[in-house]
T-cell receptor, first 109, second 113 residues
């Protein structure tokens, strides 16, 4: 079976750092995506990890541990506009992407 | 920039009506997808297509059908709309493999009365 777990909701303060975790159990693994989705809008691609380690892209970083079936998205210097849902998705091989249910992040002043 | 467009942002239909949702992508992508998104349930795959005239069922195909007559266009059809099909419908496309990065359209919020 395919299973992806993320926290449902998180709240963080403007200017702070927040880490959104994703654990997965899938029949295969060829990479993990993170998407951002603002309310009422389409998901947009943030990052893709296929090898273990940290990938940094400006204020956002994504980490992968394949042996632990674990990833996290790290957002630094939080801004109000970072309030959104963050979706974790796994490329499990010969099937379309498997999406988690998403984590709704609220950034407060 | 990849552009995926959907025919309507908001749609209101009555129970029993036939509903067509259209999706067009302009980047010559091989693969196209239809999802629905509901609070607490996340994105659920309805159907996908990896080539013209080809279609594959996703996780929740019941009550839906699709059509891909041209590479750039993928249509979702609700043969007889029901209230439990009220949802946000998202179309996406990817370049070569269906495991690659997906690019999403703006979504259609469908209300079935």
């Amino acid at each position: 079976g395919q299973n992806i777990d993320q926290p449902t909701e998180m709240t963080a303060t403007e200017g702070a750092i927040v880490q959104i975790n994703c654990t997965y159990q899938t029949s295969g693994f060829n990479g993990l995506f993170w998407y951002q989705q603002h309310a009422g809008e389409a998901p947009t691609f943030l990052s893709y990890n296929v090898l273990d380690g940290l990938e940094e892209k400006g204020r956002f970083s994504s980490f992968l541990s394949r042996s632990k079936g674990y990833s996290y998205l790290l957002l630094k210097e939080l801004q109000m506009k970072d309030s959104a849902s963050y979706l974790c998705a796994v490329n499990s091989g010969n099937t379309p992407l498997v999406f988690g249910k998403g984590t709704r992040l609220s950034v407060i002043a | 920039d990849v552009k995926v467009t959907q025919s309507s942002r908001y749609l209101v239909k009555r129970t029993g009506e036939k509903v067509f949702l259209e999706c067009v992508q302009d980047m010559d992508h091989e693969n196209m997808f239809w999802y629905r998104q509901d609070p607490g349930l996340g994105l659920r795959l309805i159907y996908f297509s990896y080539d013209v005239k080809m279609k594959e069922k996703g996780d929740i195909p019941e009550g839906y059908s699709v059509s891909r007559e041209k590479k750039e266009r993928f249509s979702l059809i609700l043969e007889s709309a029901s209230t439990n099909q009220t949802s946000m419908y998202l179309c996406a496309s990817s370049l070569r493999q269906y495991q690659e990065t997906q690019y999403f359209g703006p979504g259609t919020r469908l209300l079935v009365l």
